[in-house]
T-cell receptor, first 115, second 108 residues
Framework: DTEVTQTPKHLVMGMTNKKSLKCEQH?????MYWYKQKAKKPPELMFV???????INESVPSRFSPECPNSSLLNLHLHALQPEDSALYLC??????????????FGDGTRLSIL | DAKTTQPTSMDCAEGRAANLPCNHS???????VYWYRQIHSQGPQYIIH???NNETNEMASLIITEDRKSSTLILPHATLRDTAVYYC?????????FGQGTILTVHP
């Protein structure tokens, strides 16, 4: 069982829809992350939040909009996605800020399909 | 960011030690070596990490060469449940770069 909870587990949406992915952790971690994983490929870092502030944006298209409302929650807002955005979206968290080099703990992801 | 090179796949007999190598010759001085594994349809699971010294925990041991250009993950007694993709990563300040990983298959 993972201590990082992601909802929903599966999401199907059209290219004109707006939806959000949610990630929650109650381990007191102060760094949170979004990754994208295509089938049979390794995860790729998208965003890093450290102490609730955006710290890293890996040149992600603006149709993906992250939000960190508080230290336990991380959202990823989706708008006008393309079929190639279909993937597994993984959330992770780590103790301390991103500079602590503590290991990241991952959720089981949201599997997103764009029609 | 450190680039890592791992064998595409490896086999191991159940009950035997699995030794997974990783080359990270471009790793910088402040980058840690992390190992994760991923079982189908689950998120990556943290195994172990280290900077310079060898490390051991309840899951595995990590042997890092003195020049830090390579490392080996050791699963001392592999079970069928250890079948997974194993990723070796270099990273620091929260930025992890996953390589292609090694598919480890443990067979009876």
């Amino acid at each position: 069982d993972t201590e990082v909870t992601q909802t929903p587990k599966h999401l199907v949406m059209g290219m004109t829809n707006k939806k959000s992915l949610k990630c929650e952790q109650h381990m007191g971690h102060r760094a949170m992350y979004w990754y994208k994983q295509k089938a049979k490929k390794p995860p790729e870092l998208m965003f890093v939040y450290s102490y609730e502030k955006l710290s890293i944006n890996e040149s992600v298209p603006s149709r993906f909009s992250p939000e960190c409302p508080n230290s336990s929650l991380l959202n990823l807002h989706l708008h006008a996605l393309q079929p190639e955005d279909s993937a597994l979206y993984l959330c992770a968290s780590s103790q301390g800020g991103r500079g602590s080099n503590q290991p990241q703990h991952f959720g089981d992801g949201t599997r997103l399909s764009i029609l | 960011d450190a680039k890592t090179t791992q064998p595409t796949s490896m086999d191991c007999a159940e009950g035997r030690a699995a030794n997974l190598p990783c080359n990270h010759s471009t790793i910088s001085g402040n980058e840690y070596v992390y190992w994760y594994r991923q079982i189908h349809s689950q998120g990556p699971q943290y195994i172990i990490h280290g900077l310079k010294n060898n490390e051991t925990n309840e899951m595995a041991s990590l042997i890092i060469t003195e020049d830090r250009k390579s490392s080996t993950l050791i699963l001392p007694h592999a079970t069928l449940r250890d079948t997974a993709v194993y990723y070796c990563l270099g990273g620091s300040y929260g930025k992890l770069t996953f390589g292609q990983g090694t598919i480890l298959t443990v067979h009876p």
